[in-house]
């Protein structure tokens, strides 16, 4: 899965990369694969990651939140995250999930 805006710092791909271990609990799929992180952006030694849920009631949705913070901010010189949830773009795993994650919901592009 591509991010919406790709990480251009080294830090930045590594607070990608401990993302990528937070799975959405209820699917069991991480959120990076599902492609709901959107952004991440790393000035200094505080991370800002823009985020979304698989859907406005997702009752998950706190504790992947939760977990991206807490996993962000085991990367060296990391000391401050903020995780926003945003609505736009709406998801769409179609477009925005990884082809594994595809295949794993059910996803077939012919």
């Known amino acids: 899965m591509q991010l919406l805006e790709q990480p251009t710092q080294e830090i930045e791909k ?3 990369a ?6 959405d609990p209820e699917i069991g799929i991480s959120v990076a694969e599902l492609g709901l992180i959107y952004k991440i952006q790393v000035e200094g030694d505080k991370a800002k990651i823009e985020m979304t849920y698989t859907s406005m009631a997702c009752p998950a949705g706190p504790q992947m939140k939760q977990e991206i913070q807490d996993n962000a901010l ?9 995780v926003e949830v945003v ?3 709406k998801w769409d795993p179609r477009a925005m999930a990884s082809e594994e994650a595809k295949m794993d919901l059910g996803i077939f592009d012919y």
């Open 14 to 16: 590594r607070v990608y």
């Open 87 to 89: 609505w736009i773009p």
């Open 74 to 82: 085991r990367v060296e010189g990391i000391n401050s995250v903020e």
């Open 18 to 23: 401990e993302i990528h271990r937070v799975e």
